[in-house]
């Protein structure tokens, strides 16, 4: 639906009078929306930033803001060319796509009249303001364990965000699961029980606070069964979505964190880039919009308590073809070097370094061919705000020159994964929607 | 919209005179001072970036097409191979598919004049002011091929260009670069300096736009063409570069032999 | 009827290095600002990636990130006796064009002027007499070199560039320029390699008695992340720079060195396709209300704002002047008026250099790659019998070897035949070129105003160009030229191919983008359209970037000083001109 413009100024200003909370800032990035709808990413960084007035109920505010943003509600709740917290986004799922709701103060199509019991109900439960069950696309699985008090934290501050009159479109979902009723039986059979909190630190109960419960790392991290619960045994081991594979954060030195220290995952998480890798597809927006943002305190205690994930157990080697190292090389030597240089080893933050890069190295060629065939986009982020990119490849290489040049840097320098196929790039190039490489090729 | 070259004319769309070009030309559309075109963006946070999104190369996509004739192609090709003739120390013009190359550059953008200004009103001008004709490149040869043939015709029996002793097509094409024919609508000089160039161009440009032929140009004078990274051969002076020429779209190597 | 847009403390006009630099600072001082571009965005991973940004054809010949005359030229005559005609294609300059401008093509060539350049007139009056400028309209700049210095400084750190100072707080460094002025900091990375060609140079250069010393180079020599946050990489010596977009990251450019930083101010947005007609003023003409521009659908709007800034390329903002009616025009064939006055250009001859026995591989190579003297440029050399004012630096300048372009034959070679093609396979490895880079100083004929005759897209008259070498550049450039080729044959060539400054001023052959002047700064309004804080002497709230601000042009590329005074200007508006708007120059 298209909002007039007139409507969502209003609705804006009125906003602005209702919380009081006059920014400069803030109504200069919003006063665009005047002349082009939709509310560009630097806005809404700028919007989870500002400044928030002292006040009876400021410290609440405050702390309510922190916790949304290490929720990266933000990252759900705001379609591609709507109002920060609006809702609309479309999340596609095998069983059809569900829109999220607007999160935003307005009384009749927000939260703006939701008690604070029953957002603690929807949080921890699943249960919307009529009853309904919610899909768990919101992830109510790993919200339960959010502690009253930040659950009341983060309505206080949802309730500070300026209103929007904006109702997302209806879910499309396939029957049965259009019944809401359907998630009842969900929830018996695969929510899980609060975490157990062993006798650990409090850095690394906070971690595992936040990578469980607001963080929800593990909606991507964990691979998923066919009813998109977690797969048992295998949490945070990396998990496929939306043609990216979120990699595997546990210990293991080849695809997982084993390699990283601690130091490293913070900055991964403040800048978007270390010496190690890039964030890029997902990842750069989760770190752009939540984790670039969060404080020091809660970064360090994530990476503690990732540090502490048990590596896990290592792939068996599949010895590359030979052809497909020597064509690989060459395609490397002439596409890649420019950046990655012919060694391989990068420049550290601006381009990744590929030997014992765990991302090159996950069990699934996802992401490889998903960043060679599209591109990718480094998150900007205030500490860095250069959105470093690789080119798209689609025009350029066939599908058997990308699964040469993957099969080739996932096994040179020491490197070792599983080949990757012609098919396999086809059905990355069919999936992404992508061009062929039809220009002539020279003998 | 007619009067695109009407300097009196009103305000009109830029995008329908993008449309158009400046003197009517087709060819020109959705494209912007040559770039990826679109409508006027408002942008904040980051340049706009989407998946796949590539500015690639795309004149080469036009391969097959053509815009000289029979007769013009034998003009195009014959003169072709006096400015690059063959002998063993590489392709000649043709052997690299030149004549290919100029057929696609004057039936594309470059040709139908993408970007030149060609509206009026028009005067010879001076040697110094350039290219001052009403012609589209493309057009700009039809007419001086055309004006080729009948000055070879009358001084050569009616022979066609093509059909001339080598030496006596070297003749013409110095008295052409001399600008001592008088090729009508055509200053000789200047066609003479165009083809040239479109030669060469042809010659040494990436494979992809339909000449250089199996990048053997490249391969006679040395140049390891679309290479990224040298950081290993800036201290190594004087030594021999061996490594394989490659185009924007690879090379042999790339490839199951 | 133009739509009204919502007001902002400033437009810019042109989204390039000028136009980044002074978003980028009015923003950091809280202003809301607007910039209008009127070309496309363009960025390095789409625009001009290392996947196909190796393309010479597209780039260099069919002007890829050029301005398309087809859209957007101007008329041009060598004197105010002829008619001036239209640039039907680009040829002596290559204009850029789209979001970073130029400074998406440029070589990276990061150059500060001579503490003498800024006093041309008085210090050649001083040391040579009167008659040294006769016959030349060169002034003297309102701002001197110790001015400009910490904004030189400024714009090195933005772009990383790689070098060695020569001249550090007045004590000469070894390896650096000995002629240049007083730094106050060494270069942030150190220089650029030097491969075979510039190495024979420098050799040549010191054993016959000159200073050689590395380019200051926008290439840089290692990964580099700028005041701003923003990172660059190290460059590859990939030798597709001048005339191309660099696809990784390695050359200063607005995309690679400034606009992810601008972007992500709050109060700051772009408008790409937004193509500026004219500058609105109050009735009295006293005060600029906005611009009017027009979208790529046509439509045409209003931006009004307390504050305009002309950041367009130097014709452009001279054409844009004209057309706003803002300044007494200039008139070449009386020599009265000032918008468009002093226009000049840069003084250009080559020697190309030919070895029968080495290899110089000039493929490896990077826009600013070379060494240098400065031996023969501005005062640096006493003038007192030469008969003219003025110089160059010589430069082994191997920017890469781009075959259509540089396929170079030694003398005696015919341009096409067996002998060129036998000849172009033996020398393309075996030669490079010394660039003589010389100065241009204005003279009275020269000029920019509107064309009479011919009308652009939007039906407004073109700007007219009209220009000629003064017979001081073309002795300089001469005088220059026979330097780098003693210098030439010091290094043991087989052969040189001198390329002298040729004479009308033609067109068609690619020289160099320096045009500069028309919109001079100055010390009153009598003899320039600016004050030292390049803003309107005629308009208070106007501001003119670029190099349309030089009263002439000295013997170095224009980028860095074009950014200095723009650093100089958004200073004086942060510190002194919100505090009390209005003339920071007392008439």
């Known amino acids: 639906m298209t909002l007039s413009r007139r409507w969502l100024w209003a609705a804006l200003l009125a906003g602005t009078l209702l919380v009081a909370v006059v920014v400069v800032t803030w109504l200069d990035a919003m006063a665009a929306v005047r002349d082009t709808p939709g509310d560009p990413p630097p806005a809404l960084v700028a919007l989870l930033l500002r400044p928030i007035a002292d006040g009876p109920n400021a410290e609440v505010i405050r702390r309510g803001r922190a916790l949304t943003v290490a929720g990266d509600c933000v990252g759900c709740h705001t379609r591609a060319d709507g109002l920060p917290f609006a809702g609309g986004l479309g999340i596609k799922t095998p069983f059809g796509v569900i829109f999220s709701p607007n999160l935003t103060g307005d009384r009749a199509t927000g939260i703006g009249a939701w008690t604070a019991d029953e957002f603690a109900r929807a949080m921890a439960h699943g249960i919307g303001r009529g009853g309904e069950h919610l899909y768990p696309a919101f992830p109510y699985t790993y919200f339960r364990t959010v502690t009253r008090g930040d659950d009341d934290a983060i309505l206080a501050y949802l309730k500070t965000l300026p209103p929007v009159r904006y109702t997302p479109p209806a879910n499309r979902l396939v029957f049965p699961v259009s019944l809401r009723p359907a998630i009842a039986l969900w929830n018996a059979a695969f929510l899980p029980s609060a975490a157990v909190r062993p006798n650990r630190s409090p850095e690394w109960n906070r971690g595992a606070y936040l990578v469980d419960g607001l963080g929800h790392c593990g909606v991507c991290h964990t691979p998923k069964t066919v009813a998109l619960s977690d797969k048992a045994g295998e949490y945070l081991r990396g998990g496929k979505l939306d043609h990216w594979l979120a990699p595997d954060l546990t210990g293991n030195p080849r695809t997982g964190l084993g390699r990283w220290s601690a130091t490293d995952i913070v900055e991964y998480l403040r800048t978007a880039r270390n010496a190690r890798a890039n964030a890029a597809g997902p990842m750069a927006e989760v770190v752009t919009y939540s984790t670039a943002l969060m404080s020091d305190a809660d970064l360090a205690s994530i990476a503690a308590y990732l540090k502490t994930l048990p590596a896990s157990p290592e792939a068996v080697a599949v010895a590359p073809d030979a052809g497909a190292m020597r064509r690989g090389a060459a395609i490397y030597v002439d596409a890649c070097a420019s950046c990655h240089l012919a060694d391989g080893r990068g420049q550290p933050r601006l381009f990744p370094p590929l030997p014992g890069n765990a991302g090159l190295q996950q069990a699934s060629s996802t992401t490889l061919l998903h960043v060679i065939l599209a591109g990718a986009r480094t998150g900007p982020t205030p500490a860095r705000p250069t959105a470093t990119t690789m080119p798209s490849f689609a025009w350029k290489l066939t599908d058997g020159e990308v699964a040469d040049v993957s099969t080739y840097v996932r096994n040179a320098w020491g490197n070792r994964a599983a080949p990757v196929g012609g098919d396999d790039a086809r059905a990355m190039r069919r999936a992404l929607r992508l061009t062929d490489a039809i220009l002539p090729r020279p003998r | ?257 | 009827m133009a739509q009204r847009m919502k007001p902002v403390d400033a437009v810019i006009v042109g989204f390039g290095w000028t136009g980044a630099i002074m978003a980028q600072q009015l923003c950091d001082a809280g202003l809301s600002v607007v910039a209008l571009e009127r070309g496309a965005a363009q960025d390095t991973s789409t625009g001009f990636a290392t996947t196909f940004d190796q393309d010479e054809l597209r780039y260099m010949w069919r002007h890829k990130l050029f301005q398309n005359v087809a859209h957007s030229t101007l008329t041009i005559r060598n004197n105010p006796g002829q008619t001036a005609l239209p640039m039907r294609h680009l040829g002596a300059f290559l204009l850029g064009t789209g979001v970073g401008g130029s400074g998406v093509h440029w070589n990276g060539q990061i150059w500060r002027a001579l503490p003498s350049d800024f006093r041309t007139r008085s210090h050649n009056i001083e040391r040579y007499g009167a008659a040294s400028v006769e016959g030349l309209t060169v002034q003297d700049w309102p701002v001197s070199y110790a001015d400009l210095e910490p904004h030189y400084n400024t714009f090195d750190l933005l772009c990383g560039t790689s070098g060695k100072a020569g001249n550090l707080g007045g004590a000469t460094q070894p390896g650096g320029n000995p002629f240049e002025g007083p730094r106050s900091a060494e270069f942030p990375n150190p220089p650029l390699t030097y491969t075979y060609g510039p190495a024979l140079f420098a050799d040549a250069a010191a054993r016959t008695g000159h200073h050689p010393f590395p380019h200051p180079a926008g290439n840089l020599s290692r990964p580099y992340t700028n005041p701003l946050g923003i990172q660059m990489g190290q460059c590859t010596y990939c030798g597709f720079c001048e005339k191309f977009g660099c696809g990784n990251y390695s050359k200063a450019s607005p995309q690679a060195s400034i606009i992810p930083y601008v972007l992500t101010k709050p109060n700051f947005v772009l408008r790409s396709e937004s193509e500026v007609l004219r500058v609105e003023r109050t009735p009295d003409g006293k005060r600029a209300t906005g611009v009017t521009y027009v979208d790529s659908s046509g439509a045409e709007f209003f931006q009004p704002a307390d504050i305009v800034v002309l950041a367009a390329y130097q014709l452009h903002n001279v054409h844009l002047m004209l057309l706003s009616g803002i300044g007494p025009p200039y008139d070449p064939a009386t020599g009265k008026g000032l918008v468009g006055k002093n226009y000049c250009y840069q003084t250009m001859a080559n020697i190309e250099v030919f070895f029968d026995d080495k290899l110089i591989n000039p493929f490896i190579g990077a826009g600013s790659h070379a060494s240098v003297i400065d031996d023969y440029n501005g005062d640096n050399f006493d003038h007192s019998r030469l008969g003219f004012i003025g110089g160059a630096y010589i430069a082994a300048l191997v920017t890469g070897g781009r075959p259509i372009e540089m396929t170079r034959t030694p003398p005696g070679v015919p341009a096409w035949g067996l002998d060129w093609k036998r000849a172009a396979a033996k020398y393309y490895r075996r030669s490079f070129n010394l660039s003589v880079h010389g100065s241009s100083y204005a003279q009275r004929g020269n000029g920019l105003d509107l064309d009479p005759t011919y009308r652009d897209q939007f039906g407004r008259p073109m700007l007219r160009m009209t220009f000629d070498f003064s017979p001081n550049d073309v002795k300089m450039s001469n005088y220059c030229a026979d330097r780098a080729i003693e210098i030439a044959h010091a290094m043991g060539v087989s052969a040189v191919k001198p390329k002298r400054l040729k004479t009308p001023f033609d067109i068609v052959p690619y020289q160099t983008t320096h045009t500069i002047g028309g919109t001079m700064m100055g010390a009153t309004p009598a003899d320039s359209v600016c004050n030292r804080y390049s803003q309107s002497w005629d308009v208070s709230n106007l501001f003119v970037t670029g190099a349309g601000l030089f009263p002439q042009n000295f013997g170095y590329n224009p980028t860095a000083t074009v950014a200095a005074l723009a650093y100089l200007s958004a200073e004086a508006i942060k510190t002194r001109y919100l505090k009390a708007p209005g003339a920071l120059v007392t008439a």
């Open chain 2, 1 to 257: 919209m007619t009067h695109a070259d009407d300097p009196a004319r009103g305000m009109i769309g830029r995008r329908q005179l993008f449309a158009l070009g400046a003197a009517g030309a087709l060819g020109a559309a959705a494209r912007h001072d040559g770039m990826v075109g679109g409508t006027s963006e408002r942008i904040a946070g980051t340049l706009p970036w989407a998946d796949g999104q590539a500015d690639a190369p795309d004149d080469a996509i036009r391969a097959g097409t053509a815009f000289l004739t029979t007769a013009e192609r034998a003009f195009v090709t014959a003169a072709a191979d006096r400015l690059i003739p063959p002998d063993p120390t590489g392709p000649s013009a043709s052997q690299a598919d030149v004549p290919d190359f100029i057929d696609r550059q004057l039936a594309g953008g470059f040709g139908h004049g993408e970007h030149y200004y060609l509206a009026g009103p028009w005067a010879k001008g001076l040697p110094s002011q350039g290219y001052q004709s009403r012609l589209t490149p493309a057009a700009y040869y039809r007419a001086a091929i055309a004006a080729v043939a009948d000055h070879v015709g009358r001084e050569h029996g009616g022979k066609a260009f093509a059909d001339l002793a080598p030496t006596d097509q070297d003749a013409v094409l110095k008295a052409l670069e001399a600008g001592k024919v008088d090729l009508g609508q055509v200053d000789a000089k200047q066609f003479f300096a165009m083809f040239l160039q479109n030669v060469k161009e042809g010659y040494f440009s990436d494979p992809l736009y339909g000449g250089n032929r199996d990048m053997a140009a490249w391969k006679m004078i040395g140049f390891p063409g679309a290479h990224y990274d040298y950081s290993e051969w800036v201290t190594r002076h004087g030594e021999p570069v061996p490594l394989a020429p490659v185009g924007l779209t690879g090379r042999p190597g790339w490839r199951k032999a």
